[in-house]
Nanobody, 121 residues
């Protein structure tokens, strides 16, 4: 069974870059047919799809976040990473990584437990 685990700093200052890594076990991020995604949930709000990278390395971003988002992967460590630049308090959220078969879904088949990121000075 696939397991995903998010890691990264819990506190980021405004204007800095948020960087989170998803470590995957029980399956390869190069296995065909899957999207490896980032999703977030701000306090009191619904889930928001941030972006994804597929098995071949193709990348998609949410249009609203595209200018500040970068997703890349390391196949040697079976990890993929989210970077979100120029963060503001509006980027405060629980961030999840997931694996699914549908692009831009906020409910992937497998999802990590999530990590809280707070943007504050």
């Amino acid at each position: 069974q696939v397991q995903l685990q998010e890691s990264g700093p819990g506190l980021v200052k405004p204007s800095q870059t948020l960087s989170l890594t998803c470590s995957v076990s029980g399956g390869s991020i190069t296995s065909s047919g899957y999207y490896w995604s980032w999703i977030r949930q701000p306090p009191g709000k619904g889930l928001e799809w941030v972006g994804a990278i597929d098995s071949s390395g193709s990348i998609w971003y949410s249009p609203s976040l595209k200018s500040r988002t970068s997703i890349y992967r390391d196949t040697s460590t079976n990890q993929f990473t989210l970077q979100l630049s120029s963060v503001t308090p509006a980027d405060t959220a629980v961030y999840y990584c997931g694996r699914g078969r549908v692009l831009s879904t906020t409910t992937p088949d497998y999802r990590g437990q999530g990590t809280q990121v707070t943007v504050s000075s």
